[in-house]
């Protein structure tokens, strides 16, 4: 099994940064490859960002280009999701999510409990 556990939440204030981290562990993915998702009050979960240890491809929603930045660590099996520029409408919780395929859209084996994050206007 695969364990997801996610953490740098929390309150900010629109046009400021967050960043979260996620550590994977157990055992590996059949297919190298983590990503987040998000949740918004009243809204259903929606990708946000994803990586390709293989590759080193980087895929990302258009609402959050330019402003978030996914990269890794391999070597500590380590996602990291550089949030800057946030807007109240970036308030949900985040899920750290690992393995799975990506065609055209992210499907994920495994997902985290998820981590809130909160801007402020």
């Known amino acids: 099994q695969v364990q997801l556990v996610e953490s740098g939440g929390g309150l900010v204030q629109a046009g400021g940064s967050l960043r979260l981290s996620c550590a994977a562990s157990g055992r590996a993915f059949s297919n190298p490859m983590m990503g987040w998702f998000r949740q918004a009050p009243g809204k259903e979960r929606e990708f946000v960002a994803a990586?390709?240890?293989?590759?080193?491809?980087?895929y990302y929603a258009d609402s959050v280009k330019g402003r978030f930045t996914i990269s890794g660590d391999i070597a500590k099996n380590t996602v990291y999701l550089q949030m800057n520029s946030l807007r109240p409408e970036d308030t949900a919780v985040y899920y750290c999510v690992g393995g799975g395929t990506y065609r055209g859209s992210y499907y994920p084996d495994y997902w985290g409990q998820g981590t809130q994050v909160t801007v402020s206007s």
């Open positions: 990586i390709t240890w293989s590759y080193g491809n980087h």
